[in-house]
């Protein structure tokens, strides 16, 4: 049109009435392509448009000379229904495999010889008794602390993820009211939870963290197996998902960026973009909370100022290069160090000739603006603390990525901050690991975002949308307690995370990142 007004799609003839909808998406990472494709695949025409030239928001990588580079390790666990059908969507299942069984290598770096190495895995037994040989045995823990351990677990398995009194509280202050001692949140509790939270106890939200551990260990026996990227992230997050979109019929548009929406009196929507206007009748936003807070129309929120008030958590990347190989196991776990988790990258990246290991540390509040030279200084000595075949290695290459905005903070009190997918404009939905998924920041809290604003933007058009409650679902299992999907955007009276037999799905943050 001379005006600069194009359409997304063919517009929708009314509530009730047949015909094709359009539906423009804001935001190319998970929780956008996420949307593009539950909402194509219920036959609406879908715009993508992300700013950046490339799709997967913070789950990306990069070219540096020989290797590709993803910009941070990200896993998941069994228990992720939600991101284990986005990777069966995108055909990508057999690319990021899980453990046969959880089984977890933990590092002592000032442990006494004999006892430096410890493992946290599972049996075939039946909840909470699957833990229960790794616990014993574990050598990290007096057995005093491991009993306290076992006492509290059973504790955090009987509260009601539901109680809203949980998110006020911090988790740190809860582990100590349970006899847990420092030692135990250090070995245990934070391993995991500064992995899945990005935050350690003190500073994490009860709610979030009870739903953490309830959910990935003391739900079901496999739970917790960890599955990752055995080729780069963008292979699954751009490549194969973009194709996914292409053969979907989504229209995607890089290097776009969304400078306004407005609601139009007809019910449709006009996203405005360098050179001109898109109209369609919903819109996803699924974009940080910042920018959407920037993007939103007056009278969308109640209070949008709560947007604002969603602190974020930053995730730092050390990348080694050595000339040879320095570690045999695939991951590894450690404490009594400043490194958190370290995962072989060799063959993902495509190096032919040694050994890049990638340390993720996660909460890096202290070290994200620290200077390479100093961050090298401190991690080279540690990893060679941690492992012998490192000393005298030679270090080929030596970089950082540096995530500042990561994630949203989990603190206590995030839970009332964070909006469902459903707006108060007509049409208008948000996504975003940062709304009221019930999760935290993570790949799985992502895609559930994006598969409850289809939903809400199905309801809007008057279109089917219950089926997408299949995501949630593993075929013929009932979903882990607390992984229920938001109500929000779904047909009222549903019960999500019903028991039922799910079809098609085959589904340290859940992801550890």
Known sequence: MSDGTRSAGPAARGPGRPGPASAVVVGGGLAGTTAALALADAGVRVTLLEGRPRLGGLAFSFRRGELTVDNGQHVYLRCCTAYRWFLNRVGASALAPLQDRLDVPVLDAAGRPGRRLGRIGRTALPVPLHLARSLAAYPHLSLAERARVGRAALALRGLDLTDPALDARDFGGWLAEHGQSARAIEALWDLVGVATLNAVAGDASLALAAMVFKTGLLSDPGAADIGWAHVPLGELHDRLTRRALDSAGVRTEVRTRVTSLSPY????????????????????????????????????????????????????????????????????????????????????????????????????????????????????PELERLLPGARGAGVKDFFVTRERTATFAPAPGVGRLRPGARTKAPGLCLAGAWTATGWPATMEGAVRSGVSAAGAALAALDRPHDHLLDVFEETGRRVPAGTAAPRDGFAPGRIPGRTHEATGVVSPRGDAR
């Open 265 to 380: 009196g007809n019910g449709r929507w006009g996203v405005s973009v360098p050179g001109g206007t898109l109209e369609a009748d919903a819109v996803v936003l699924a974009v940080p909370q910042r920018e959407a807070h920037g993007l939103l129309p007056d009278g969308a929120l109640d209070h949008p100022g709560r947007l604002l008030e969603i602190g974020t958590a930053p995730i730092l990347n050390v990348h080694v290069v050595y000339d040879r190989k320095v570690l045999a196991r695939p991951f590894f776990a450690a404490i009594g160090s400043p490194v958190q988790w370290v995962f072989d990258r060799t063959e993902a990246s495509g190096l032919t000739g040694g050994q890049y290991l990638a340390v993720s540390q996660s909460a890096a509040h202290g070290e994200i603006d620290e200077p390479v030279a100093v961050l090298r200084e401190r991690y080279l």
